[in-house]
């Protein structure tokens, strides 16, 4: 009897569905990846389920509200393996600028009828709520890091990350420092690699889509961004985007507010 093939889910919550169409832009790998496995729960991509226990949970999107509070509990429960993918997983995502805003107000500007919306006061990972197995950062995620994790957890070993910095990914495809050639400001020093220094390919900043490296010393870069010539409320800016909670941000993007 052929032994049975693991189960793969993959789960929306607060998001724009770009990490999930990422997945689907895998094409001729994904094939291979469906071959190997059962995708049990994809709504982006199918309508059918198979009930019961996954062995891998493909996570996309914040909790934004308390029915997704509980509905991540379950998640968790069914999941033998649950990782997170893009930035509104890992770290909240941009609707986590409601975090340091009054949400009411937000909601009576936005909407027409306000007392239509249920919503919680802050955005936050999944990690917030319930353990993580592994993350996959980006905004979008990047399709060689979701094809080398899905391929590391069939094969039964620890998937290979980089916690390195843009920068690294620069030097390593020849790239001229966009700060220090061109005097640009650029979050690739404190980024968390996975792009493939995308911008910077471009002569551009890197916009910090990955989310914070391991120690980033973002004092420092804010610094340097200074002495180029960008504001107190210019520096803010460029630490309030896609990974405006993640926590290197965060306190970044608050020393600057006074």
Known sequence: MPAQKPRLAVWKFASCDGCQLTLLD????????????????????TRGEISG????????????TT?????????????????TIGACATAGGIQALRN?????EY????????????????????????????????CPIDKRQLIELISALLA?????TPAHSVCLQC???????????????????????????????????????FGPKETPNTVSLSRQMAHLGMDEKNIKRVFSTFNVNA???????????S
């Open 107 to 138: 909601i009576s500007i936005v909407y027409a009828r306000p007392d239509y919306i249920s919503t919680l006061a802050t955005s936050t990972p999944i990690a917030a709520h319930v353990k993580v197995d592994y993350e996959l950062r980006g």
């Open 156 to 160: 039964g070993r620890k998937p290979v």
């Open 53 to 64: 226990r996954y062995d891998v949970s493909l996570v996309e999107g914040s909790i934004t």
């Open 100 to 104: 340091f805003a009054n949400v009411k």
């Open 247 to 257: 926590e290197e941000f965060r306190a970044e993007r608050q020393r600057h507010d």
């Open 171 to 209: 030097k390593l495809k020849g790239n001229v420092c966009v700060m220090v050639a061109h005097g640009k400001p650029c979050l690739g020093p404190v980024t968390h690699a996975g792009c493939g220094a995308l911008c910077p390919s471009y002569d551009r900043g890197c916009y910090g889509c």
């Open 26 to 45: 895998c094409e001729d790998h994904l094939l291979a990846v469906a071959g190997a496995v059962d995708v049990a729960y994809f709504p982006e991509a």
């Open 67 to 83: 029915h997704d509070a509980a509905r991540i509990q379950d998640v968790r429960a069914r999941s033998n393996i649950l990782v």
